[in-house]
């Protein structure tokens, strides 16, 4: 006599976390772009995103308002409050951690004083269609048109990085 065995499909989250200077502009504004399109892919469900910076001098702010004026143009809302990168935690946590510039790649890779995590940074230009953008500019000391770049640029490689992670979820048979 057979056992039947009650299959159940392992849901298994892919989490994602976007890194900047301050936490204020960039890696909000990608957190918050990178949310809407998993819900827009049906793909949400499967995928936890967070952000943070490399300072922490702005922690329990809110996004900067000029950012969150431009991405609600676009239909993004920026919920988040800024944190500081924990090395202690958030590279064990994160399957993937995506950096905006040099200067917090490098960052980054001094805190990870044990490589740890190293193998899973990348920098979000890595996804970028334009292979002549190396970093996602900050726009905090400028005007509004580098805060549009800077959604042009985040736009582009977070929808190429999105049909990464779908052959991701589909070598892991997630469904």
């Known amino acids: ?98 950096i905006m510039d040099d200067y917090n790649y ?3 890779v001094r805190m990870d004083t044990s490589n740890k995590y190293k193998s899973k940074i990348f920098r979000t230009t890595d996804f970028s269609s334009n292979k002549e953008i190396h970093e996602v500019p900050d726009p905090y000391y400028g005007t509004g048109e580098g805060f549009e770049r800077v959604l042009d640029i985040l736009e582009d490689s977070i929808d190429n990085f999105i049909k990464f992670i779908q052959r991701e979820i589909e070598k892991r048979d997630i469904k």
């Open 1 to 98: 006599m057979k056992k039947s065995i009650n299959k159940k499909k392992r849901i298994c989250l892919i989490k994602i976390l976007f890194v900047c200077t301050g936490n204020i502009c960039r890696s909000p504004a990608a957190e918050g772009i990178m949310k809407k399109k998993l819900i827009d892919y049906g793909l949400d469900k499967y995928v936890k995103v967070d952000s943070a910076g490399t300072i922490g001098y702005h922690a329990g702010e809110q996004p900067d308002e000029r950012m969150q004026m431009h991405a609600l143009k676009r239909g993004y809302t920026l919920d988040h409050l800024a944190r500081k990168f924990n090395p202690n935690t958030d590279g064990d946590k994160f399957n993937y951690i995506l």
């Open 106 to 108: 490098d960052a980054l």
